[in-house]
Each structure stands twice: as structure tokens, then as C-alpha cells.
């Protein structure tokens, strides 16, 4: 309900989230492109802040806001309305029949139709309005099968909670004292909060503020600006997701006080070195940001809230192993990444209880993620590109900005199309969605594999006796070219062909590896457990990735000059296991 448009990439962020450049199309590489273009026509190719914006990918926030400002301007028929507050939805046959929003400025009330509704916020609330299920905290590891499901650490480790990873601010901050501005000191302030800081200054010896940055904090942007990704406080979100405004704007409070008394703290202590304290008031908010809020960000950093329940559900699953979806409208490729959700002490230490990272590889992000499910009460005239449907596991991925820019243009061409035919979104024609997305420039399929299964006969093997294997492709791009079998699990080669046999020795569960790749080079690995004799089947079939995840085994993959190894997908010949050995 603010008075800006952008979210939190005109809200703070200096360096943007991003996995894959090379993934990254449509509006959103339209974007990256005309702030590049920006700093290159007010500074020139030569300048200082011409290399710091890294091709479009670091930005001052106004910068950010100007862009998107001028972009939407550039848009025939669009309707801009700030400050509006949604108060509650009507329900028609289609679904939502009417919105009902209050001018915060003009302290009226207004209804708003539409043939087709896009909640693209952060919180999903004219989705939860319109009586569509969704899920916040995390679902338990045994729900949809994601080994890193559910509570990360303790006693209660994989189990389903209703806790969300903490919140903070993404706060510009620069050295240049003529845009520099003091940090106020907040009306809470508790310098015991931090007296931590004291030890490990004074303990490491620390007299420049640069020093207790870290990562990308350390990278200047434009106008030497840097993004303070700091004020992570776990589980003060509580009450955020379902609560009314008030309540939201007392938990943005809370954070925002909770980054200042931080960074006042480090400025003025006096249980702080003198020297150090000078250093850091070197540092200030930056004058020309958020001029109309004391320069200080005007959107908290929503890393999650609620998350529909729609048509399709992404899961850990979608990311490691079957990542081509046909109906894909973008890909996401950052690594499953979760801040703090809370902190334990487990035997007398403090413990961070978070999904632990992940990288994965591109995937796509199928349409009806961001549809209701296809089914009687559910709206036919809704789309959500935000809180989109998905595991706690998977949106810890999807949740960066340039994934929720190409998430939001393919929820408006999909809404152009579901007007212009007069269907539901959920029946959109997602041929002609994917069509128009590519001729906008969007980037599909960018990570496609041969999609292949294990099958064997009989189903039920033998010790001693000829057992049966064929590679199943469903869907093929180019030709296979080449297979590679392992059926003793140890990474040797023993076939070749598309069908094989093999016979197995022992009576146990084999884990069974197939590598194909087609003509174009794409390869794909998949695992399949055979029971053998008296063992016990399982329905299982597992790729790299999750295999290491699952500890099956440990995700080095060395290039190793074996020309009887299992050549892998991503890096070369060669598949190391780990020392445990298959289920007997």
C-alpha cells in the first residue's frame, strides 16, 4: 500500500540476487539493460560508476525506481495507483468479482473490477482473500519426499512448523560525507543487544567499519554505495503473514529499529575504541534515498510469507532432478538459500535453525504454479506469480527478484490471453503463453535434459538370472547418442546399449545408474533401487542431485582420466561415491 513501485528492488537493494545471468529474459533482462544503459549515458563507459553498476546487476535504488517508473510510463493503458490499501474481495461465479481498496491519501474507498486479478505482493493477501488454500513455515520431509524438509536442526529435525525465515532491510549505505546523513538513534534503542561487538573488535583489532563486511557487502556500487544486508532477527516476524496492518507495521517497526540501533551502536558506544567509533561515523544513510521516509528503505525484505496451493506444487524434486517442465514460463538457478528461521541451544550451543544451502542448477517454473488448482470453488480469474505454489524447500530458491519479475510478465500475458479467448487462467493456451514469452524475449527451456526412465524385467529379479534393462525416453530434443550403464553402483560401466541385461549376484537392493546424452551434448543421470531376490522394492528413482543429498553419495565429481567411469551430467568422467554402502 505504499507510495513507490518496485518492491525491494527499488527498496533497498543496491546488488541484486541473482543465480544464471544466462537465465534471465523478457522484462527483467529489459530492466538490468536500461539501468546499464543509465550510468553509461550519465557517467560514460569510462567512468567509475559505469563499472560498478556490473552490467545492470548493482543499482542505487532510485536509479531502480526511476527505470521501472519510466517502463510502466512507456505502457499504453496502465493505471498506476499509489498508496492504496486492498480491504476485502467480492466472490462471483468466476471467483473475484470485485476488489475493494481505500486511498490511504484521499481516505476513500473504492471497488475495482477486472476480468483478470494478478496478486503479485509479498504477503498474498487478495490471494488468502479469495478463499484460495496456502501454507506458510515449512512442510514436513516426508510430505513430498525433500530431504531438506521440514526443521533443520534439533530434536524435532524434519518435521512441518509454521515459522518463516527472518526478515530484515536491504539498507544503502555510503561513505561520501556530502550524502552522507547521521543515523538516528531509535526510540528502543538497547545497546545490549550488541555488546558482542565490543569483544570481537577489540579481540580481532578491528578499527575500520569495512572490516566487519562480508561478501558482497564489500563491493561498492554506484556512487559508492553498499547494500547492508544486516538486521537478520529470527522469529520477530511472528504474527506477520495473517496479521492485520497495524500489526504489520508494528513488525516493520521492530526491524527497522533493530538495523539502527545496530549501526548506532558501532557509531557512538562509548565502551567502543574512540578510532573505531570515528571510522564508522564515516558511514551514514545515503541523502538521496528515500527522501520521503527519512532515507530509509520504505519495504521490509519479505523473504517469505504464504505460498498457494495451486494446480502444481514445486518441490525440492523440481530442482535437483526433473527440472524441464513443458509448460516452464522461466527458470529460477539460485542455490536453495534460507536465512535464520530461528535459534536453538542444543547442548549449550547456539544453534542456527535454517534449511541449509543448496546450489542447484536451472530449472523451469511450470504455469500452473502460478494458477489455483482446476477444481469447483477455487477462482478461475486469478493469477499469483509471488506466492506462488510451492514447498517452503523450493520458494527458498525461487524467491529472488529477477525470477519474480519473469514470473510477473508471464502472469500478465497469461491474463491478456485468458481475456482475449475468454477462459479461465487456469485453461490459458500455454503453447501460445510460451510463444508470446519467447517472442518478448523470455529465456525458456534453458536447461532441458533427455527425459528418460529406468525400466526392467521381470519386476521382480532373481539372484543368478539375466534381468532386462531398457532406457524409457519421454521426451527427446535430439537423438540419444550414447548410454552408459552402471548396475553395481560402484561407477564401472557395464553397458552401452539402450537395452541391455545384466545379472545380479547377490540378493539386496542395487542402485542402478543410467547416464544418456543426445546429439546436441545434453546428458542426464538418473539412479533407480532393483530389488534383488528377498529384498524389498522401492518405488525410488533419484538423480545426482539428490542422491548426494540423500548421502548416497558425496557430490564430488573429480576429473578422473578412468575411461571405464561413469561420466557424470555437469563436469566429466567421473562419480565419486561415498563409504556407505547400498541398503541390504
Known sequence: PGNHVGGVVSGGLVETDIGDRRTVGGLAAEFFQRVKEHYRRTYGEDSKQFA????????????AERVMDQMLAECRGVTVMKGQRMTGVQRDSRGIGALEIEDLRAKVRRRVVARIYIDATYEGDLMAAASVPYRFGREGRDEYGEHLGGIAV?????????????FNYRVSICERAENCVPVPKPDDY???????????IRRDGLTRFSQL????????????????NWGDLPEA????????????????????????????????????PAAWRANVRNWGLAKDEFTDNGNFPFQLYVREARRMVGQYVLTERDLTQDRYKWDGVCAGSYGIDCHTVRYLTIDSRRVSDATPHYNVPPYDIPYRCLTPADRLGQPQNLLVPVCLSA??????????????????????????LAVANRTSVQRVDVQSLRRQLRRDGAVLDFNFQPQVEIRWHPAKPVVGAAVGFRVCANELR?????????FEGDGSVTGQDEQTEHVFALAKQYRVNLVVEDLAGRRRLVSAVV???????????IDDADAELAGHWDGGFPMLDRRNRTPDVSFGPGIRYSKSPDPE
Open 213 to 228: 563486511l562480508v561478501g558482497g557487502e564489500r563491493r561498492l556500487g554506484p556512487n559508492d554505495k553498499i547494500d547492508l
Open 237 to 272: 516476524n511472528e504474527g506477520y503473514v495473517e496479521g492485520d496492518w497495524p500489526t504489520r507495521e508494528g513488525i516493520a517497526r521492530r526491524y527497522r529499529d533493530y538495523f539502527l540501533g545496530h549501526l548506532y551502536y558501532l557509531q557512538n558506544d562509548p565502551g567502543l
Open 52 to 63: 560498478r553498476c556490473r552490467d545492470g546487476l548493482m543499482y542505487e535504488p532510485h536509479v
Open 391 to 416: 514447498t517452503h524447500v523450493a520458494y527458498c530458491s525461487v524467491r529472488m527478484e529477477p525470477v519474480f519479475m519473469m514470473l510477473g510478465q508471464a502472469a500478465g500475458v497469461a491474463a491478456h
Open 154 to 166: 534439533g530434536p524435532e529435525k524434519g518435521r512441518a512448523d509454521r515459522r518463516i525465515m527472518a
Open 190 to 200: 538497547d545497546p545490549s543487544l550488541w555488546g558482542k561487538y565490543a569483544e570481537r
Open 478 to 486: 535430439d537423438p540419444i547418442r550414447r548410454v552408459c550403464w552402471d
Open 531 to 541: 530389488p534383488v531376490g528377498a529384498a524389498e522394492a522401492t518405488d525410488v528413482t
